[in-house]
């Protein structure tokens, strides 16, 4: 498995438990916002840091995709 993989899954796990949500929400989520791809474009900094700073990255790159609010 390669570390970008590894790191994906720890991702999706982290989110998931700072959440409370289940896997296959997580996965929902992950995939209607590209949150897999930001992961692997983003890997070299990414892995370097907090899980909580990963989870609250992660939340603002979903806020930043969803649309505007009326």
């Known amino acids: 498995m390669s570390?970008?993989?590894?790191f994906k899954i720890f991702c999706l796990e982290s989110y998931k438990s700072?959440?409370?949500m289940n896997g296959a929400s997580v996965l929902d989520v992950?995939?209607?916002?590209?949150?897999f791809d930001y992961?692997?474009?983003f890997y070299?900094?990414?892995?370097?840091t907090g899980?909580?700073?990963i989870t609250r990255d992660i939340d603002l790159f979903i806020k930043?995709?969803?649309p505007a609010e009326s």
Request: proline share 0%; glycine share 4%; aromatic share 12%.
């Open 51 to 53: 899980q909580q700073y």
């Open 3 to 6: 570390k970008i993989l590894e």
């Open 39 to 41: 992961i692997e474009s």
């Open 64 to 66: 930043a995709r969803q």
């Open 44 to 48: 070299d900094v990414l892995h370097s």
């Open 18 to 20: 700072t959440h409370n």
């Open 30 to 35: 992950f995939n209607k916002y590209g949150v």
